[in-house]
């Protein structure tokens, strides 16, 4: 499970250099909006095998002549309460300013956990220099300097401090974790694709059996689902049940709230709107599903209103495919909710993806298979090094994941982990299912 960070701070105080370094130089998730001097950036990265999400807001200001004022304070309180850890930065080099203060005084009433960290700390001369900032009444401050990275280590192993550790390791024998009973389905996208309304339908009294499960995740509906033998957890999210009042940050909310049902769930059902195509929102939320390993099941709503000719379907198929590359082994459901049409169906394959993320295979019918498919192409040569898979293993984790036993693992490069990842694929039914391939040394 991921982890939340929030980045808060007054302008230029070096919040996205902070963010992009805590993403470990992965592609962050950005939503361009028009007619703002800002991007909103959503991102993931690890330390010492500890996951998290991270948030890099606007800079907080007050009683500017910014037409965005308002707006970039609703997302920045958002963050926040969506949060697990604030990182609140300061400007080491221009001090205290009664803008730190304001921002203090919110993330007190936050009642959240709240690291001070004085950024631009450049030189040892400075340490001195952000004792100030104890004004604040935050506590400890952490000196940094985000563009060389010069105590961020420090910085990073508290807060992480109480992060849950996603554990990969070998198995020791063929008894393998039981999963759980039923499977949790998330229903997740952009605003106004149609979650309601697929929500509405699932749950309607006269199609299912519905029982609240007490003790959800904090802003989250959890629904018992129970219709023609398929039983599963429904996950519904604040997203879809539209906030009053959130008009231009409608978008950042909905990301928000996805990466909280993103990690409650097994599997997600990301909804697409046909009249607009697979946009770049629906790519950053797909990411954040395959980043989390999750399952997840393509559901492209509102088809009975595109025109269609011949090849309509397969080609806006090919076109979700293409974007989302190279994970393609993925469902597409073309539904309309509205007419009912296909829900069924969407339901069923979203069980299945659930199914196939919790298939295990057993050593020694993974290396029946795999082997002989090595020895006939071996990794290629590099560097004059040889490289000489012995066996394989699943590896105990949540998702699917193997690890491949050699004697160079460095001198493997990611083309031959695609392919091994394709074969295995080939075998054995991983649609809808990120799966992760190791190479480690024997």
């Given amino acids: ?31 361009p909006t028009s007619g703002v001097t800002r991007d909103r950036h959503y991102g993931m990265g690890d330390w010492n095998g500890k ?12 009683n500017s002549e910014d037409v965005f004022e308002e707006e ?56 001195n220099d952000i004792h100030e900032f104890h004004q604040l009444g935050l506590g400890e401050i952490y000196s940094i300097a985000s563009t060389s990275g010069s105590g961020t280590g420090d910085l990073m192993d508290e807060v992480v401090r109480d992060f849950q550790m996603e554990e990969l390791e070998t198995i020791k024998d063929e008894t393998l974790p039981e999963e759980p ?32 499960v007490p003790g959800t995740t904090r802003d989250s509906i959890h629904s018992h689902y129970t219709y023609f033998g398929l ?54 939320i797909f990411s954040l599903i395959e980043k989390n390993h999750k399952g997840v099941v393509i559901l492209v709503n509102k088809w009975d209103l595109v025109e269609k000719e011949a090849n309509t379907h397969k080609d806006f198929e090919a076109s979700i495919f293409e974007q989302i590359a190279p994970f393609r082994d993925v469902p597409v459901v073309f539904t309309s909710v509205i007419a009912k049409q296909r829900i069924f169906k ?64 460095q001198y493997l490069k990611e083309s031959y982990k695609r392919f091994i990842e394709n074969k295995l694929r080939e075998k054995f039914n991983f649609n809808g299912v990120p799966i992760e391939v190791y190479f480690r040394q024997k």
């Avoid at 991921?2 to 996205?16: D, H, L, Q, Y």
């Avoid at 309601?196 to 199609?207: A, P, Y």
């Fill in 1 to 31: 499970m991921t982890n939340i960070i929030a980045i808060v701070g007054r302008p230029n105080v070096g919040k996205s250099t902070l963010f992009n370094r805590l993403c470990g130089g992965r592609d962050a998730i950005v939503d």
């Fill in 72 to 127: 970039i304070k609703k997302q920045v309180r958002l963050a926040i309460d969506e949060s697990d850890v604030i990182l609140f930065l300061v400007d080491a080099k221009e001090g205290l300013t009664p803008m730190d203060v304001d921002v203090a005084d919110m993330l007190r009433r936050s009642k959240k956990r709240v690291l001070l960290v004085a950024n631009k700390v450049d030189s040892y001369k400075m340490v």
């Fill in 181 to 212: 009973e039923i499977p949790k389905i998330a229903i997740v996208g952009r605003p106004n694709a149609g979650k309601s309304s697929l929500v509405n339908m699932l749950l309607g009294n006269d199609r299912n059996i519905v029982t609240p």
């Fill in 231 to 284: 039983d599963f957890e429904l996950i519904d999210t604040a997203g879809i049940r539209k906030k009053a009042k959130v008009t231009e940050n409608i978008e950042f909310y909905s990301v928000m709230r996805a990466i909280r049902s993103i990690e409650s769930s097994n599997v997600c059902i990301l909804m697409v709107d046909a009249e607009r195509g697979f946009e770049a929102q629906d790519l950053n």
């Fill in 51 to 62: 996951q998290y999400s991270v948030i890099d807001t606007g800079g907080y200001v007050d």
């Fill in 346 to 409: 969407a339901v069923e394959t979203a069980v299945q993806v659930f199914k196939n993320r919790s298939r295990r295979i057993s050593t020694s019918e993974l290396n029946d298979f795999i082997l002989p498919i090595i020895e006939a192409t071996p990794p290629p040569v590099t560097k004059g090094k040889y490289v000489r898979i012995k066996y394989a293993q699943q590896l105990h984790s949540a998702f699917p994941s193997f690890a491949f036993f050699c004697n160079h693992p």
